[in-house]
């Protein structure tokens, strides 16, 4: 199966924080106990493209990382929910204007790209 395409905003030094439901085609969440989450945000595709953000399951101690228990860190792996997080304080350091993203899903050695498209950011007057 293919990735989903999706393309969100960043605001610069604000909290950014939304969740997706990983489901299987019969519309099943998928339970996420054996699984791990990635996520980079760089100015293109390939390693040698500047990196903005490496986001893990193994969250910052900021919170900025993605939560298998949804973005409110309360459901049940069983729910299929990613909470995807990035605090105020590391969105401020974000200079690029737009950069590619995206979030796979590791079990083992079985990896499942998930979601993946364009990150933009939209600059912030207030600092």
């Known amino acids: 199966m293919a990735a989903g395409k999706y393309t969100f905003i960043i605001e610069q030094g604000a909290t950014t924080d939304f969740e997706v439901v990983w489901k299987d085609g019969a519309g099943t ?18 390693s040698s493209a500047t990196l903005y953000a490496n986001l893990s399951s193994s969250l910052d101690a900021d919170g900025t990382g993605l939560n298998l228990s949804g973005s409110n860190g309360l459901n049940p792996l069983s729910s299929g929910s990613i909470g995807i997080f990035i605090s105020a304080a590391s969105s401020s350091n974000f200079t690029f204007g737009e950069a590619r993203y995206d979030l796979e899903m590791v079990s083992g050695s079985y990896v499942t790209r998930l979601l993946e498209g364009k990150v933009k950011l939209s600059k912030e007057v207030t600092v």
Do not use: D, T, V
Not at 31 to 40: C, D, E, I, V
């Open 29 to 46: 969440p998928i339970n996420l106990s054996s699984y791990q989450a990635r996520m980079q945000i760089r100015s293109g595709y390939g």
